[in-house]
Each structure stands twice: as structure tokens, then as C-alpha cells.
């Protein structure tokens, strides 16, 4: 007996597809305006006349307005349906259905006899006109579509690569740093530098799972807390923690390996140096759609008069600075501020969907 395979149907990315949803308010206002205008086109084009035929006018865009509302409600309904075929297939579909609907609508305003009655020769010339009229104007948008959907891809493609760059600097500066973590407890107690590894090598697998340059905030602080634990075992009580983000949602957006670079300025500049240690304060809160994230340390002047640790433990804010900017535009602001002996980073930056909405 043969068993036949069945084939399921590749999942095809809508949103990849060129035509854009032209159900959209936004689109339909273009696609009114630019109707309009080939309207305009049209009756400038007629004999001219002493006083302009206002109701001309308003028949022609009638007509049109009809054809362009009519051709973007069916793309519309049928985009998913196109965007299984090559580009220049559903291009031919598109320009097929526009052209269909043209000649019906053209039928139903001859019936109507909207433009006066027509002779045999005459209605047969109006059909070709009105034919090639919307077979050249859909050509035209559908090529300009085209041109869109291909800078867009650009567009995103450096930005990816412009993050992904980024983000390629951030962790060997955490990998580097955590090792250092790491050598100094080996000739203290050699099972705690074990588990330490153990440790980092579950930061890492937990870290590199994710293919994406965002993840969501409960990963992103499991990542800093495995994090804050080996930082623990040489620190040990001189390291204090404070968290208050119970108010933000576990699936919210945040590109990755942002808290934890963050916690590890506050360590290297606030606590490392004292002494005593000191008290690392995190506060998250997500209101109205803006993520805030506020991470406070110790602040010492004196520190900044000893000699400053390696060039990589200082480029995180920049690099998530750049990346904020990149993944969420000028709205997302990185600040810091220096007052009553505290060292205060802020972030905050718009985000309306959730991982699970998005």
C-alpha cells in the first residue's frame, strides 16, 4: 500500500507581499486623491469650452471613484491569495482585475446611459480607452508599489545589520568581563568559580536561543539575574539589590542584553570600587505604552580620579543608546543623571504592542 504525503501549504508572509493593504485608511486617501487628479487629467484633457462643465466633472469622478473603491476592496480581500504567486503574476492579476472591473463599470454606466447614447463605433473606442487608461495607471502605482516594497526592504536589512553590528560588541564585553568574574574566584574557592560556570554557560545557551534583536522582559531579567549571581560570588554582601518591576508585563519587547549591560555599569563604577558595596536600585514600569527602566548606584567623585577599567566596560550605554534609536526611533531616550551621590541611568522608550500582539 502507498500512502500519499500530503502537502501542507507554505506559510506565506503577507506582510512581505509588495501590494500594500489598500483597505487601510491611509491608503484609500491616497488612492482617492490620485483618482481625482487623473479625473482633473481627464476633463482638462476635452475640447475646451468657454465655461467649465461642472457636471462632467462630477459624473467622470463618480465613475472613477467607483472603479478605484471597487478594484482596492477586491486586491484587498484577495492580497492574501496573490501573495502566494511570484511578484510578476500577481502584478498581471492585479492589472487583469482592475481592467475587469473598468470594463463593468463602464457596461454599467452605458446601460445607465450616463454619457448620452453612443453609436456602435463610438462605444467600442470607449471601451479600448477605459481599458488602457486603467491598464497603464495600474501598471504605473503597482510599479511604484513595487519600488516602495524594495526600499523598505533595504531599509530594513541595514537596520538589522547596523543592530546585529551592535549587538556583536556587546557580547564579547559581557563574555570578557564575566570570565574576569569568573578567574578571580578560582584560587578563592574553586567550587564556587565551577558553578560559576556552570552559570555563565546557562546565560549563554539562554542568550544565543533567541535569533532576534528583541525578546521579551521576563527573559531579558532571568538573563541579568544569572548574571547578578556570578557577580554575587566575588561581590558577596557588599552587593545589594533593590527590584521594583512588577508593573511591567512579562511579554513586553526590549532588545536584548540591555538590562544586564546596564547592571554591570552599576557594579563596576558603584560598587566594585567602595569598600562597602552599595545599594543598586531597578525600577520598570510600563504606562500608556512607554517602557521606562531606571537603574540607580552609588556615585563616588573620588572614583573617577582611579584609572578607568578597559574601553569595553565603557561603550554599552552608547551602543544601547544606537540601538534604542534604531529599533524604535527618536522617542526612545537613554539619560543620566548625577545627584545626591547617586548615579542615575534612565531609559524609556514608546512600545503600543506586546510580543504576543505583534
Known amino acids: 500500500m502507498i500512502l500519499e504525503r500530503r502537502k501542507t501549504p507554505r506559510p506565506v508572509k503577507v506582510d512581505d507581499f509588495f501590494v500594500p493593504a489598500l483597505c487601510e485608511p491611509e491608503a484609500l486617501l491616497v488612492l482617492v486623491v490620485l483618482a481625482e487628479l487623473l479625473v482633473l487629467v481627464l476633463v482638462l484633457a476635452e475640447p475646451f469650452t468657454l465655461q467649465f462643465n461642472w457636471i462632467r466633472l462630477a459624473l467622470v469622478s463618480l465613475f472613477v471613484q467607483w472603479i478605484v473603491l471597487l478594484s482596492a476592496a477586491l486586491l484587498c480581500r484577495l492580497r492574501p491569495w496573490l501573495a502566494r504567486h511570484r511578484p510578476v503574476v500577481a502584478g498581471g492579476f492585479c492589472c487583469a482585475i482592475v481592467v475587469a472591473l473598468t470594463l463593468l463599470c ?39 508599489f513595487w519600488l516602495q516594497s524594495q526600499w523598505r526592504r533595504q531599509q530594513q536589512a541595514e537596520l538589522h545589520a547596523r543592530i546585529e553590528s551592535l549587538q556583536a560588541r556587546i557580547r564579547p564585553h559581557f563574555l570578557f568581563n564575566s570570565l574576569n568574574s569568573i578567574a578571580s574566584l578560582i584560587a578563592l574557592d574553586a567550587d564556587k568559580a565551577e558553578r560559576a560556570v556552570l552559570d555563565l554557560s ?12 528583541k525578546v521579551r522582559w521576563s527573559q531579558e531579567l532571568e538573563l541579568s539575574r544569572r548574571y547578578l549571581e556570578i557577580e554575587r560570588l566575588r561581590l558577596g554582601d557588599r552587593l545589594q539589590l533593590q527590584w521594583d518591576v512588577d508593573g511591567v508585563p512579562a511579554d513586553l519587547p526590549i532588545p536584548q542584553l540591555t538590562l ?30 512607554v517602557f521606562e527602566l531606571v537603574i540607580s548606584n552609588p556615585y563616588d567623585p573620588e572614583v573617577e580620579q582611579q584609572p578607568r577599567p578597559p574601553k569595553g566596560t565603557r561603550q554599552a550605554l552608547s551602543n544601547i543608546e544606537a540601538r534604542l534609536t534604531a529599533l524604535f526611533g527618536p522617542a526612545a531616550s537613554l ?15 514608546p512600545c503600543e504592542r506586546l510580543m504576543r500582539e505583534a
Open 335 to 349: 539619560k543620566i543623571e548625577r545627584r545626591d551621590q547617586r548615579h542615575t541611568t534612565s531609559l524609556r522608550y
Open 260 to 289: 544586564q549591560p546596564l547592571l554591570e555599569n552599576a557594579l563596576i563604577y558603584g560598587v566594585a570600587p567602595r569598600i562597602e558595596g552599595g545599594l543598586v536600585t531597578i525600577f520598570a514600569t510600563y504606562r500608556e505604552g
Open 202 to 213: 546557562a546565560l549563554f545557551r539562554a542568550s544565543l536561543a533567541q535569533p532576534g534583536t
Open 106 to 144: 463602464t457596461l454599467v454606466a452605458d446601460w445607465l446611459q450616463l454619457a448620452g447614447p453612443l453609436q456602435r463605433t463610438g462605444e467600442v473606442r470607449l471601451y479600448m480607452r477605459h481599458a488602457l487608461i486603467a491598464l497603464i495607471m495600474s501598471m504605473l502605482l503597482l510599479r511604484y
